[in-house]
Nanobody, 117 residues
Framework: QVQLVESGGGLVQAGGSLRLSCAAS????????MGWHRQAPGKQRELVAT????????NYADSVKGRFTISRDNAKNTVYLQMNSLKPEDTAVYYC??????????WGQGTQVTVSS
């Protein structure tokens, strides 16, 4: 199966930036899409950004458009989430996600992002 390892979370002041990374171990499987979701305390997990690995097309939640950028390095099986102009409401655990073999899903362990006001 596909395994994901995240890195890059932390504590930052409002207006600051962070970059998250997610490295995938494909183990011979084909990954279709990768992306990031987040879950704040007491809230449901929500989509942040996704990218299709074959063509690089992207999709963002309205709340992060213009501030976050998802990118990929196919040679390294890695996706990145550059987060700029961070707000306290961006505070959450961020999870990397991969859709592989068209119908199967893998999740990372999650990385905490905390934005102080």
């Amino acid at each position: 199966q596909v395994q994901l390892v995240e890195s890059g979370g932390g504590l930052v002041q409002a207006g600051g930036s962070l970059r998250l990374s997610c490295a995938a171990s494909r183990n011979g499987f084909s990954i279709n899409t990768m992306g990031w979701h987040r879950q704040a305390p007491g809230k449901q997990r929500e989509l942040v950004a996704t990218t299709i690995l074959s063509d690089g097309s992207t999709n963002y939640a309205d709340s992060v458009k213009g501030r976050f950028t998802i990118s990929r390095d196919n040679a390294k099986n890695t996706v990145y989430l550059q987060m700029n102009s961070l707000k306290p409401e961006d505070t959450a655990v961020y999870y990397c996600h991969a859709r592989w073999a068209s119908i199967l899903d893998s999740w990372g362990q999650g990385t905490q992002v905390t934005v102080s006001s």
